[in-house]
C-alpha cells in the first residue's frame, strides 16, 4: 500500500456519513459531522478529520456519546442562545448554535450562543467561517480536556482550548485565525522521545516547574498553554467564556471522548457573531480589510521565508487544491478507516 | 529627594485636572483622563499614570490634540456606538464609548462600541473594569503605533495593542487581564544595552530575522509580538477590531502622541460588553467564576512560587493598599510633574 492516498471529499464525507448511520446517527446529523470532518482535511488540519473517527465511533458503540441527543435551545435574549447538546455529537450541537447566532446577527447585528454537556467539535473553523458569507464575523471556541497547566502552576489544568475568528475580506482569502491554545502537544512529545530530538522552547515544563526541553523530563512534569503567562491569560478567558458562561464544565473537569468512562465530557462552547454592517457598510469593511492584509504582504519578509502571510491565506489555497485534487490521507489513517468501515459494514474507496 | 515619594490619590488626581484644566480641558473631561491616570498607579501600572501626562501636555501645548473636542456619536444598531472622537485625549472618547456600551448591555444584554481618530487612552483596564458594577463581561482593546513584526516579517506593523478583558466574580478578586501584546519594550532593549544583560528570549529578530537576545542586534532588528504565530495573529486580530471596523487608522499607520507631528495619530478602539445574565442568572455566573478562581489557586505551584495567581489577583490587592497609603512614584516621575507643573501655575504637593 502507497505510503499517501489520495480521496475525493465526496467519498471520504459519504464513508463517514455511512459510518456514522449505522451507528443510528440520523442522516441530517451524520452529514453535518461528517462535512466538519472533511473540511478540517480541506483546510489542511489533518489531525482534525478523518483520525477523529475513531474515538467517536468507540463512544457510540459504548454509548458514551448519544446518537440521537435532545437538543434543547433557549433564547433569553433575542441574540443570545443557549444550547445543550444533551450529550450528542459536539459537532451537531455547534453547527446549529452557530447557525442560530448567525440568524441572530443577521437580524440584530449581533448573534451569540453557548453550549453545554457537548463533546469534541472538531476543527473550530468549521464553524467561524460559517459567518463568512453572511459578511459578518464569527468567533468560535471551546473549552477541552486538562492539558496544559496555567501560569506558575504544576498541575494541568487548561484545555487545548481552540479558538478560531473568521474575518471576511473583498478579494484576498479571508483572514482565519484557528489555533490550539496549548503550546505543544503530548503525542508530539513521546514522539520526541522516541526520535531523540529535543522540544521546542516553551513547550513544558519538568516535574519541579523548570523550562525543559527534554521530552523525558516534559513527561514527568506539565505541558504549558502558548505565549507565557498572556497565553495562559487568553486560555483561561476561553475556559471562562466557553465552560463557566456557557453551563458547561469547567477549570479542568472536562472530559474527552477517549477519558469519558465515568461520565459525560461536558464540553462548552461559546459562539459570538457580529454583523459587520453593524459598525460600517460591509463592502467597506471587506475594502480595508484587503486593504489591512495587502499592507501586511508587502512587509519584507524574515529570513528563511519567501513572503509573509497571514491566519486563513495557506489555508484557503489548500482548500481550493484539495478539492480540486482530492485530500492526501496517511496509510495508517486509511488503515483505520478501513477497519471501522469493515466492522460496520461500510466500504472505504480510497 | 527621596527616591521614592508617597502620594494619596486625590492629590494626584487634582494634579493631572488642574493642569489639563490649564490646557483648556473642560473640568469634567480633565476629571475622566486624571481618574484614569490615576487608577492606572492605584492599579499597579505605573507606566500608564503619570508617566504619560508630558505627553499629553506637549500634544496639548502645540495643538497635536484637542482640549475640546466635538465628539460625534452614531448609533448604526441599538446595540452598536460608532464614536469619532475628533482627536481630542483618548481617555475622554473611550471612557464615553464604554459608558454607552453598559448602557446597551444593561438595556438589551449586549453593547459595543468602535472609536475611531482618537490618541493614547491610558491603561485599558480602566474602561473593562466600568463593566464589572453592572455584572457585564467588558473587553477593550485599542491598536497603537507600529512597534513589532508580525510572526514571518521583519518590518514594524502590528502595535502593541493593549486588551484587556475583566469578568466579574462573587467574591474573588474579578478577574482582570490587561496586557500589550507585544512581548517586550524597546526602551527595556536600551535599557539591557546600557546594563549588558541579554533580552529574555522571544522578544526580538536581528536584521535579517534571526531570533536574538543580544541587545544591540534587537535595536538593528524588530520587536516581536507575544506568543510567536499565535501571539502575532491575537494582535492582528486586535488591529482588525480596534482599527479596520473602527474607521480609525490601521496596519502599522497608527501614530503616538510622541510622533504625530504630521497628522493626528488615528487611534482605533473596539469595545464588547456583554451581561452575564443574558446567559444564566448573574448569581450563579459569579459563583461559578469563584469556582474556577479556587480551583486554578488550589495548584500546585511551580518552583519559587508561594501561590498561583491569575489575571488581576495581584492588581486587585495592590488597588486596595494604594487606595489607603497611597502611590509609590519615583523621583524622575516627580520631577517632571514638578516642572510640568511649575509650567502651567500648578503646585504638585507630592
Given amino acids: 500500500?502507497?505510503?499517501?492516498?489520495?480521496?475525493r471529499s465526496n467519498e471520504l464525507c459519504g464513508f463517514i456519513q455511512a459510518v456514522l448511520e449505522r451507528l443510528s446517527v440520523p442522516a441530517a446529523d451524520a452529514k453535518v459531522v461528517s462535512d466538519c470532518l472533511v473540511f478540517a482535511h480541506l483546510r489542511g488540519f489533518d489531525t482534525h478529520g478523518l483520525p477523529c473517527l475513531a474515538g467517536y465511533v468507540e463512544c457510540l458503540e459504548q454509548g458514551r456519546i448519544k446518537p440521537t441527543p435532545t437538543i434543547t435551545v433557549e433564547r433569553p435574549m433575542p441574540?443570545?442562545?443557549?444550547?445543550d447538546a444533551d450529550n450528542g455529537l459536539g459537532q451537531i450541537a455547534a453547527h446549529r448554535a452557530m447557525t442560530l447566532a448567525i440568524e441572530a446577527a443577521d437580524q440584530l447585528g449581533v448573534g451569540a450562543a453557548v453550549v453545554r454537556r457537548s463533546n469534541h467539535f472538531g476543527?473550530?473553523?468549521?464553524?467561524?467561517?460559517l459567518a463568512l458569507p453572511r459578511d459578518c464575523i464569527g468567533l468560535v471556541t471551546s473549552n477541552a480536556m486538562a492539558a496544559a497547566a496555567p501560569f506558575g502552576a504544576l498541575e494541568s489544568f487548561l484545555g487545548t482550548n481552540p479558538l478560531s475568528v473568521a474575518v471576511p475580506a473583498l478579494t484576498a482569502p479571508p483572514f482565519v485565525i484557528d489555533m490550539a491554545t496549548s503550546e505543544g502537544a503530548r503525542k508530539k512529545v513521546r514522539q520526541a522521545l522516541s526520535l531523540g530530538t529535543p522540544l521546542p522552547a516553551g513547550w513544558a515544563l519538568d516535574k519541579d516547574g523548570n523550562p525543559t526541553t527534554d521530552p523525558k523530563a516534559a513527561l514527568e512534569g506539565v505541558m504549558l498553554p502558548f505565549g507565557g503567562m498572556k497565553g495562559s491569560a487568553i486560555t483561561l478567558l476561553l475556559d471562562i467564556l466557553s465552560g463557566v458562561l456557557s453551563g458547561a464544565e469547567f477549570g479542568g473537569r472536562v472530559l474527552s471522548v477517549l477519558t469519558n468512562q465515568q461520565r459525560e465530557s461536558g464540553n462548552g462552547n461559546f459562539m459570538l457573531v457580529l454583523k459587520v454592517a453593524s459598525f460600517m457598510p460591509a463592502e467597506e469593511f471587506k475594502g480595508r480589510m484587503d486593504e489591512e492584509l495587502a499592507r501586511l504582504r508587502a512587509l519584507r519578509p524574515a529570513r528563511g521565508l519567501k513572503e509573509v502571510i497571514y491566519p486563513g491565506y495557506k489555508e484557503h489555497f489548500t482548500e481550493i487544491s484539495r478539492k480540486e485534487q482530492g485530500i492526501p490521507l496517511a496509510a495508517a489513517v486509511v488503515e483505520e478507516a478501513r477497519s471501522i468501515g469493515k466492522r460496520h459494514g461500510v466500504v472505504f474507496h480510497g
Same sequence: chains 1, 2.
Wanted: charged residues 10%; proline residues 5%.
Fill in 1 to 7: 500500500m502507497p505510503k499517501v492516498v489520495n480521496i
Fill in 79 to 83: 441574540w443570545a442562545i443557549r444550547l
Fill in 123 to 129: 476543527a473550530a473553523c468549521c464553524y467561524s467561517m
